[in-house]
């Protein structure tokens, strides 16, 4: 079984920076996709950003310019790069990944790490 690991969340100000990392336990490059996604309270999960198999990255909109996501296949680690964190960006933050097979395709899903932001 896949298993997904975050961390680097915490409590940071506003206008501030945080680096998510989550580790996978096997080979990222087996994972078609991976990314981040992030559950306020009494809101739906959400996709923040994506990163590839071969590199390529997509954000929502609210983080674009603010967020980077990258990869590092020796470490089968996945970052997400938080700069100017704002209030609104509160959530528990997710780690999730993509296996797709000629059968079936497989999502795996972290335990989620807490980043809270201070006005």
């Known amino acids: 079984q896949v298993q997904l690991v975050e961390s680097g969340g915490g409590l940071v100000q506003a206008g501030g920076s945080l680096r998510l990392s989550c580790a996978a336990s096997?080979?990222?490059?087996?994972?078609?996709?991976m990314g981040w996604y992030r559950q306020a309270p009494g809101k739906q999960r959400e996709v923040v950003a994506t990163i590839t198999s071969g590199g390529t990255g997509n954000y929502v909109d609210s983080v674009k310019g603010r967020f980077t996501i990258s990869s590092d296949s020796a470490k089968n680690t996945v970052y997400l790069q938080m700069n100017n964190l704002k209030f609104e960006d509160t959530a528990v933050y997710y780690c999730?990944?993509?296996?797709?097979?000629?059968?079936?395709?497989?999502?795996?899903w972290g335990q989620g790490t807490q980043v809270t932001v201070s006005s």
């Open positions: 096997e080979s990222i490059g087996s994972f078609v996709v």
């Open positions: 999730h990944a993509r296996r797709i097979f000629i059968w079936r395709t497989d999502e795996y």
